[in-house]
């Protein structure tokens, strides 16, 4: 939630932005008293079936605080389909909301939905390394950093942010 609160308030201070299972949509979850965690946590954050709860969550959820036409950053949206906690609607809505309110001259809004994880990916070691790395060198290209050498001997990385897929 903090990194998409960060990058609606001020857009203009990221080159890229890693939501990982993002809890984003603040309203919408916490209004659904079936999904699981919800109901029990109106003790802590507020019933948003209450008008008081429901218009303060929505000051400051992101999903509702897309600023239209803003220049976003790079977004990188991860989730899985089976997490329990952050639901894989959650970074999915994100990500279209995202691309169908910021303005022309903003960054991808690439998605990428583990098809065989919970809460942060994968419990097996390995995978979740291959994960951790994919997502640093996503972050390395988009900032720059990585070199696109046509010299096949020199090592390159070739990420393309338009389609992401394992």
């Known amino acids: 939630m903090t990194v998409g609160a960060a990058i609606n308030q001020a857009p203009e201070l990221f080159k890229m932005a890693i939501l990982g299972v993002p809890f984003v949509d603040v309203v919408g979850t ?13 003790e802590e954050w507020g019933n948003p079936n209450e008008r008081k709860f429901f218009d303060y969550m929505k000051s400051y959820t992101p999903m509702s605080n897309v600023k239209k036409g803003a220049t976003y950053p790079t977004v990188f949206l991860l989730g899985g389909l089976y997490d329990p906690r952050v639901q894989y609607w959650e970074p999915t809505k994100f990500a279209a909301t995202l691309r169908h309110t910021q303005g022309p001259e903003s960054g991808p809004v690439c998605l990428k939905i583990d098809m065989s994880a919970g809460h942060f990916s994968a419990s097996d070691r390995y995978k979740y ?4 790395a994919f997502d640093y060198a996503f972050l390395l290209d988009q900032v720059g950093l990585v070199s696109h050498a046509d010299n096949v ?14």
Do not use: F, G, K, N
């Open 30 to 42: 916490m209004t659904d008293a079936s999904i699981p965690l919800t109901a029990s946590e109106w």
């Open 129 to 132: 390394l291959r994960e951790t």
């Open 153 to 166: 001997d020199e090592p390159t990385l070739h990420v393309q942010s338009s389609s992401i897929s394992e």
